[in-house]
């Protein structure tokens, strides 16, 4: 395991976590220092008629993007549902574990981290991208137009957009991936965390800050697209890594009940059955989900693999 890695990744960690907890907090609580903490109704994040729901903060507009989503779970719970975007990762994991999450689009790394980190969470289901593919997306290493950087090992003593210290797509797997060629992600390259995939790929295809980056492939290749953040064959792809999808989940913590009514809802749900509800389907949302599959705790293992070969930080219970 690389040591630098683990001091790189530990300090970014602990510092992105100041004072972003009380983002995720509901109003009536104070932030959580890591302690147990309780809520209005049992079993509930906030109370027995609200659902609160915790998004990893990958998009330009959270609400474009899953809107659907929320508005078809309120519509089968008959709950309100909080939608509340973390200021990044390590926001989202720390909320999860103080159990200020009901239900939440993760993913993988994050939901790794934070059940590590004691959060009673279960999967619902992964999201498929694309009619008739297996669960999972990309991620993609991207230069600008016209770079001469053709492949990873050209990263070295290069300035490099990563997503977030908690991304699976914009900075484990990379990570793996540039330490197989040799190149050590905190030493042997400049780190720039952009926040977001649409922000790195953005970076990315200015070449201001970043001379290469790590993005999902539904932003390179569509919503950063079509959200005007760049022009088409602005971004050469040089690399890609499949990663395991995206998964729904829920707390453990909610009455039993409820767990059900929420796997029963959800676990194989289509985009046409959303959009049956009469629910309007954006292009944001239907740039990324086809439907949602069943998936165990174990689909989740080729994650914690690449924890082990990176030893990253945020792995660590």
């Given at each position: 395991?690389?040591a630098?890695?683990?001091?790189?990744?530990?300090?970014?960690?602990g510092?992105?976590l100041?004072?972003?907890?009380?983002?995720?907090?509901?109003?009536?609580?104070?932030?959580?220092?890591?302690?147990?903490?309780?809520?209005?109704?049992?079993?509930?994040?906030?109370?027995?008629?609200?659902?609160?729901m915790?998004m990893?903060?990958?998009?330009?507009s959270?609400?474009?993007?899953?809107?659907?989503?929320?508005?078809?779970?309120?519509?089968?719970?008959?709950?309100q549902?909080?939608?509340?975007?973390?200021?990044d990762?390590?926001?989202?994991?720390?909320?999860?574990?103080?159990?200020r999450?009901?239900?939440?689009?993760?993913?993988?790394?994050?939901y790794?981290?934070?059940?590590?980190?004691?959060?009673?969470?279960?999967?619902?289901?992964?999201?498929?991208?694309?009619?008739?593919?297996?669960?999972?997306?990309?991620s993609?290493?991207?230069?600008?137009?016209?770079?001469?950087?053709?492949?990873?090992?050209?990263l070295?003593?290069?300035?490099?957009?990563?997503?977030?210290?908690?991304?699976t797509?914009?900075?484990?797997?990379?990570?793996?991936?540039?330490?197989?060629?040799?190149?050590?992600?905190?030493?042997?390259?400049?780190?720039?965390?952009?926040?977001?995939?649409?922000?790195?790929?953005?970076?990315t295809?200015?070449?201001?800050?970043?001379d290469?980056?790590?993005a999902?492939?539904?932003?390179?290749?569509?919503?950063g697209?079509?959200?005007?953040?760049?022009a088409?064959?602005?971004?050469?792809?040089?690399?890609?890594?499949?990663?395991?999808?995206?998964?729904?989940?829920?707390?453990?913590?909610?009455?039993?009940?409820v767990?059900?009514?929420?796997?029963?809802?959800?676990?194989?749900?289509t985009?046409?059955?959303?959009?049956?509800?009469?629910i309007?389907?954006t292009?944001?949302?239907a740039?990324?989900?086809?439907?949602?599959?069943?998936?165990?705790?174990?689909?989740?293992?080729?994650?914690?693999?690449?924890?082990?070969?990176?030893?990253a930080?945020q792995?660590?219970?």
């Amino acid at each position: 395991m690389n040591a630098s890695l683990r001091r790189g990744l530990a300090l970014v960690a602990g510092l992105s976590l100041v004072g972003t907890l009380a983002a995720c907090a509901p109003a009536s609580e104070p932030a959580a220092d890591g302690a147990e903490t309780t809520s209005s109704a049992e079993g509930f994040a906030k109370d027995e008629n609200t659902l609160v729901m915790g998004m990893v903060p990958d998009q330009q507009s959270v609400e474009s993007n899953f809107q659907p989503l929320v508005d078809y779970i309120a519509a089968k719970t008959g709950k309100q549902v909080e939608l509340v975007q973390s200021t990044d990762y390590a926001a989202l994991v720390e909320a999860s574990i103080a159990g200020r999450i009901d239900i939440g689009n993760f993913s993988g790394f994050t939901y790794v981290a934070a059940t590590n980190g004691g959060a009673k969470l279960t999967p619902i289901g992964v999201t498929v991208t694309s009619e008739g593919e297996e669960p999972g997306y990309e991620s993609l290493t991207v230069v600008p137009k016209g770079s001469d950087i053709t492949k990873l090992e050209d990263l070295k003593g290069k300035k490099v957009c990563f997503v977030d210290p908690g991304s699976t797509s914009g900075y484990l797997y990379p990570s793996a991936e540039l330490l197989a060629v040799g190149i050590d992600p905190e030493q042997d390259v400049t780190p720039v965390f952009a926040g977001g995939h649409d922000a790195s790929a953005q970076k990315t295809a200015q070449g201001v800050e970043c001379d290469a980056g790590f993005a999902e492939d539904a932003v390179v290749e569509t919503t950063g697209i079509a959200d005007g953040l760049f022009a088409e064959g602005d971004l050469t792809v040089i690399n890609r890594v499949t990663v395991p999808g995206a998964p729904l989940v829920m707390s453990t913590n909610l009455p039993a009940d409820v767990q059900a009514s929420l796997r029963d809802a959800l676990q194989s749900i289509t985009r046409e059955e959303i959009e049956a509800e009469g629910i309007e389907i954006t292009d944001a949302f239907a740039a990324f989900f086809t439907e949602l599959v069943p998936v165990e705790d174990d689909y989740y293992d080729s994650v914690r693999k690449v924890c082990e070969e990176t030893g990253a930080a945020q792995c660590q219970p």
